[in-house]
């Protein structure tokens, strides 16, 4: 009976060592990720607060003698011109993501719930299709996109980005959306039409409160990908008080020279709205991926 128990133990013992094993291999993936994404923002910071010689100085200098906030102060003063275009970039951003992400929700919502709880002809096909956009490459449908938005009057506007975004940004959204509505019991929405509510309060009043956390991220989905597009923005919009963020900031490339402090700390402010709706919504992100994802 020893020689049973020890050999037992002996196995345990081997099984342990390698699950820890795995799971240090795991801790260290992860802090490698951790690197290879949190050191581009770190050197990003230290640059925006060099000085134009700091940052162009080889071999490089890792940090500073004398830090400073120029940069940061003179793309948030109003008064000077780079300020005034760097905030009139970001307005220009913050509206299209905004406009883009409210219609997103406004369109997903309904689709998705259609998809999930109708059956109608050619439902599957209708669905699948909906994704067949993403199959390609957006630069292929440059070319019509721009032709369509100038035949109905729509280049140099906000409007033909929104459209755009829309148009690339409804298929997940519209997918990512169905998965969770699957999950929700249609159990629930019965009982509240046997107590007299129609379909639609149903939706309201129970379907809504519970894929909160699958709306959210795919808001947060349709946000970033608005604020993040550069191709489409570069191309529809030529008017200086037209432009976005990404299209913007190329302003501090110049012939002669490039104010990779002033690059640097635009940047920075671009990202940093992205980084916190996402810090702040994670949980729901998180949560709408693994529900949306996993059937019960």
Known sequence: MSTIAETGSRRQTRSSMRVDGWRWAGRIFLLLMLLYTAVPMIWMLITSIKSGFAATQFPPQWWPDEPTLASYRKLLDPQNSV???????????????????????????????????????????????????????????????????????????????????????????????????????????????????????????????????????????????AWNEYIYAYTFLSKNDQLTLPVGIQRFFSENTTDFPGLMAASFMMSVPVVVLFLVLQRYFVRALTEGAVKH
Request: proline share 6%.
């Open 83 to 225: 300020g005034q275009d760097f905030l009139r970039f970001f307005w220009n951003s913050l509206f299209v993501s905004t406009a883009t992400t409210i219609l997103s929700v406004i369109v997903a919502v309904p689709a998705a719930y259609a998809f999930s709880r109708f059956t109608f002809p050619g439902r599957n096909f209708l669905f699948f299709a909906v994704l067949l956009r993403n199959m390609f490459p957006a630069v292929i449908f440059l070319v019509p996109l721009f032709i369509l938005m100038r035949a109905i009057g729509l280049v140099n506007t906000h409007g033909s980005l929104i459209l755009t975004y829309l148009t690339f940004g409804l298929p997940l959204a519209i997918w990512l959306l169905k998965g969770f509505y699957d999950n929700i019991p249609v159990q629930l929405e019965q009982a509240a039409r046997i107590d007299g509510a129609t379909r639609f309060q149903a939706f309201i009043m129970i379907v809504m409160p519970l894929s909160t956390p699958g709306i959210i991220a795919t808001a947060i989905y349709s946000f970033i990908g």
